[in-house]
Nanobody, 119 residues
Framework: QVQLVESGGGSVQAGGSLTLSCVAS????????FAWYRQAPGKERELVARVDADDTTRYADYVKGRFTISRDFTWHTAYLRMNSLKPQDTAVYYC?????????????WGRGTQVTVSS
């Protein structure tokens, strides 16, 4: 079984910064990638950023230039550095972790960490 522990959420004023961390533990053959999603009240969960095993990154348009995803596969950790935060960034942020095991890609989710940005 794989477990994810997220940390780094909190409350900040608009323009502030936060860094989220996600540490994975468990068993797998290899890591396929990490991603961060978010879900605001009354809205669907949406992709914020993703980093693949080859370091390819993808970002939602609304965070490009403000958020940076990084990973340390040696330590099974992913980070999301969030700068220039806006009130509309307020959401629960979820870590998503994909691994290969026994020839299949398996996906795991963290429990989420709240980010609140006040104006």
């Amino acid at each position: 079984q794989v477990q994810l522990v997220e940390s780094g959420g909190g409350s900040v004023q608009a323009g502030g910064s936060l860094t989220l961390s996600c540490v994975a533990s468990g068993r797998w053959d290899s890591i396929n990638g990490f991603a961060w999603y978010r879900q605001a009240p009354g809205k669907e969960r949406e992709l914020v950023a993703r980093v693949d095993a080859d370091d390819t990154t993808r970002y939602a348009d609304y965070v490009k230039g403000r958020f940076t995803i990084s990973r340390d596969f040696t330590w099974h950790t992913a980070y999301l550095r969030m700068n220039s935060l806006k009130p509309q960034d307020t959401a629960v942020y979820y870590c998503n972790f994909e691994v290969w095991r026994s020839g299949r890609i398996l996906e795991y989710w963290g429990r989420g960490t709240q980010v609140t940005v006040s104006s």
